[in-house]
């Protein structure tokens, strides 16, 4: 990593995303922070007060601060926020919507945390938890150890809210350094075990504040400049609501629509960091648009879309021809469904979407 990159820097985020007017701020008085910690909340009323607490325990040889946003909660998180900034004026800094903003309080939250001075952030969504007291203590220390490292984040506890047994979220065992390449895939980097180096890049891009997966996007901006390192320990809870929705026979409707948006925006998103970082990951990146759109076709043959199915088809086979991760023979069958009339369709034990 080069010097001229870890030197401090201004980060520019456009005014349109959030005017003077819809928020208010309570700064914390305390001394400059060596790590902050940015928490964005919206009504998490029943888990937010963990949220900040294991925050608050944790044990380190560094001043701490953290920064929270609450976009515009219905229920009570803004005034358990703001209770404990009262009561903690020194470590937390607490930024209040009027209403919601959708997103975009969440770039103010991270520029603050920019501009505090820090030398790290850290990342915990209001829902999750850190469980350990040393786990910013031994993320740092990675950090230090190696310049080359621009990311640092360990394991989790997934908890699921329909009751489900928690798990692991890594599973098996993984790569002890990653590069910005192996983030193509997807965001294998859960947000409550995120510590970075402040000030790697100089501004948002235009695009940021367009996707729901703005970690991710992040983690990408981050990776550009260094190396990400993986701690084998778990250290936080990364909670999921996933409402009862059960992975196993037909889709639910609802769920088909979601995943469908979900999957359409992510294509969006390849696009958009394959133009960001001039092509140099144009393969790896159409590899995986390819996978998408391969998922997408499957997605509107169940619901007969047949428009779609073949735009999607088509696209899966132009982005990558050889793609050994589609199944010729569902690739071949999805075509006969959809040259064939509907009643001589082969559906019959079809294994659906997982």
Same mark, same amino acid.
């Given at each position: 990593m080069k010097k001229s990159e870890m030197q401090s820097q201004n980060i520019n985020v456009d005014k349109s995303f959030l005017r003077d007017d819809e928020y208010r701020i309570f700064e914390a008085k305390g001394p400059l922070p060596v790590v902050c910690i940015s928490m964005a909340a919206y009504n998490q009323q029943d888990f937010i007060s963990q949220a900040i607490d294991g925050v608050l325990v944790q044990q380190a040889d560094f001043p701490v601060r953290l920064f929270i946003s609450d976009d515009g909660s219905t229920d009570k998180t803004a005034e358990i926020c703001r209770s404990y900034q @009262?009561? $903690?004026?020194?470590? *937390?800094? !607490?930024i209040i919507a009027? =209403?919601?903003?959708? +997103?975009? *309080?969440? %770039? #103010? !939250? !991270?520029?603050?945390? +920019?501009s505090s001075g820090a030398k790290y952030i850290a990342m915990c969504d209001g829902d999750d938890y850190w469980t350990d007291p040393l786990k910013l203590q031994k993320q740092v220390a990675c950090l230090e150890a190696d310049s080359d490292l621009a990311i640092c984040f360990h394991n989790v506890d997934v908890v699921y809210d329909d009751g489900r047994e928690s798990q692991p979220f890594v599973k098996t065992k993984i790569k002890e350094i990653s590069t910005i390449e192996d983030l193509i895939p997807r965001d294998f980097i859960p947000t409550c075990s995120t510590v970075f180096r402040n000030r790697l890049f100089k501004e948002f891009p235009s695009w940021y504040t367009e996707y729901t997966f703005g970690d991710w996007a992040l983690h990408f901006l981050n990776a550009e400049h260094g190396k990400i390192a993986y701690l084998d320990e778990i250290m936080a809870v990364y909670r999921i609501h996933l409402g009862g929705v059960s992975s196993k026979g037909d889709l639910p409707d609802d769920r088909r629509?979601? #995943? *469908?948006?979900?999957? /359409? /925006? %992510?294509? =969006? +998103?390849?696009?958009?960091?394959? /133009?960001?970082?001039? $092509?140099? $990951?144009?393969? @790896?990146i159409f590899h995986e648009m390819s996978n998408y759109s391969w998922y997408l076709a499957q997605l509107y043959d169940e619901i007969g879309d047949r428009r779609k199915v073949w735009q999607y088809l088509a696209k899966s086979i132009f982005l990558d021809p050889w793609n050994s991760e589609i199944? &010729?023979?569902? +690739?071949? &069958?999805? %075509? #006969?469904n959809n040259c064939v009339p509907a009643g001589f369709r082969l559906g019959a034990g079809r294994k659906p979407l997982q």
């Open positions: @009262q009561k $903690y004026p020194d470590q *937390i800094t !607490l009027h =209403k919601n903003t959708d +997103f975009r *309080i969440c %770039v #103010l !939250l !991270l520029k603050k945390c +920019f629509r979601n #995943l *469908i948006k979900s999957y /359409e /925006e %992510v294509l =969006k +998103f390849y696009r958009q960091i394959d /133009e960001y970082f001039s $092509y140099k $990951y144009n393969r @790896q199944s &010729r023979r569902h +690739f071949a &069958r999805t %075509v #006969l």
